[in-house]
Every structure is written in structure tokens, then in C-alpha cells.
């Protein structure tokens, strides 16, 4: 997936000589976000995956702010997973562990998460501005994957831009729609019913959209206790 997804690093800001990278949203984003997860995770304790993870810098919020919760960050892009190798040495937090390699487009993700040297059980996922920026079959493989790892309950968080019975939210997004497409056709702000409509045909529900500042949104999907992924 790496040449799916934007690459820190090469957008003009500072490189810490650790490899640190440093993400613009992230400091417009971290706290909005964490105040819709923090309402979920408050008094649990589990294995929380973020799917793409960027540079680390939201792993390292959230560990900080949730000591009980064991967080795995993941990433495709070499210079992304350098990026959150040095950030978790920087924080010292013992509730990040560390970073794995996982290809969303494969909804097995990563072979730790199959031989037990990773969280097979996951309270939680949160993705942050991926789909958007990758073909459709990585939120296929995003959806899938989540499904087979989450445990009863579980919830994935999606974070990014979203249009909403097939209109634009604002007129950014839909100009910024209009620059992805011609970048690549594959990509592109996906509608909140194809979105809904995947993630029920692998037995997740969307169950909440939250308003997010710049015309973003967080959708919450449950693991349904329920239902089954479709064959």
C-alpha cells in the first residue's frame, strides 16, 4: 500500500535527526478525535490497532491518555514506520508496542496477526484518513480485517472526509475530491452508504457519525454480536 497513501516527510516539514516526522492534522485533529474515543475506551483495558498510522504521532496521544489500553500502531510506508518507531522510543510509553507492517488490502493484514505475536483479539481499531487516498479494496481489506480481529463489541473508528447521500459536505471536499481523482481514479472521498454497506456485508453496523471539525467525520462501527460476516 505504499504508494497508496501520502507520504510524511516529503510535504515541507521538519525531520527530527531521530526520524521523527511531524503531520499537520495532527495537531488540528489529535484532541476532537480522542475526546469520540476516549468515551468508548474509558475504564476498558484491551488491544487497540491503529490501521495506518502515519507518522505515530496519534499513537502516542492515545497511549498517553489511556495507560490501561495496550496500543499497536501499523503502517505500509517504510519512512511512515520509521517515523513511529522513533516517535514510541521518544514517548518510553509501556503501552505501545511495536510498530507492525500491515498491507490493507490483504484482509489477513499481517502475518503477527496470525502467529500470535500480535493482537488477535482488538478492543478497538481507529483509521485516520486512509481510504480516501487508496483504492476501494483497501477499505475492503480494512473492513475485512477488522471483522476477523475485533472481539464481540468491538468498534472501528473511521476518521476523514465523507460525503453523505452522495453529496459533497462543504465545497473543499468536493475540489479535493476532484485533485485525488485526477491523481489517481481509484481514489477519492468514498459516500457514508457505500461505506455502511461494506462494512454490513462483513457484520459490522455503523452505529454512530460524529461531526468533526474541517468538515470531517468519525464513523463507529460495532462487531455485531448478532450477525456474521457474509460468506
Known amino acids: 500500500m505504499a504508494e497508496f497513501v501520502v507520504e510524511f516527510g516529503k510535504d515541507g516539514r521538519p525531520i527530527e535527526a531521530d526520524g521523527r516526522l511531524d503531520a499537520a492534522a495532527f495537531h488540528r485533529n489529535h484532541a476532537p478525535i480522542w475526546e469520540v474515543l476516549q468515551k468508548f475506551l474509558a475504564g476498558k483495558s484491551g488491544d487497540v490497532l491503529e490501521a495506518g498510522s502515519g507518522t505515530g504521532q496519534h499513537v502516542v496521544h492515545f497511549a498517553r491518555h489511556a495507560p490501561d489500553v495496550t496500543w499497536w500502531p501499523s503502517d505500509y510506508n517504510d519512512a511512515h514506520l520509521s ?8 514517548a518510553g510509553l509501556p ?9 490493507l488490502s490483504d ?8 502467529d500470535g505475536s500480535g493482537p488477535s483479539d482488538l478492543l478497538a481499531v481507529f483509521c485516520a484518513n486512509v481510504i480516501h ?3 476501494w479494496r483497501v477499505a475492503e481489506g480494512l473492513f475485512a480485517g477488522a ?5 464481540r463489541d468491538g468498534r472501528l473508528f473511521l476518521y476523514g ?13 468536493a475540489v479535493f475530491d ?3 481523482r485526477d491523481r489517481d481514479p481509484e481514489w477519492g472521498v468514498r459516500d457514508i452508504a457505500d461505506v455502511s454497506r461494506l462494512a454490513e456485508g462483513v457484520g459490522l453496523a455503523l452505529i454512530e457519525t460524529v461531526p468533526m471539525p474541517a468538515n470531517n467525520f468519525i ?9 456474521e460476516p457474509s460468506a
Not at 484482509?107 to 496470525?114: G, R, V
Open 83 to 90: 517515523s513511529i518507531a522513533a516517535w514510541r522510543a521518544h
Open 95 to 103: 503501552n505501545i508496542r511495536p510498530e507492525m507492517r500491515i498491507d
Open 107 to 114: 484482509p489477513a493484514w499481517c502475518s503477527q496477526m496470525q
Open 133 to 135: 487516498i487508496a483504492p
Open 147 to 151: 471483522s476477523r480481529y475485533l472481539h
Open 161 to 173: 472526509p465523507f460525503k453523505r447521500d452522495g453529496k459533497h459536505t462543504a465545497l473543499s471536499n
Open 178 to 180: 476532484t485533485s485525488l
Open 219 to 227: 464513523l463507529v462501527f460495532e462487531r455485531s454480536i448478532k450477525g
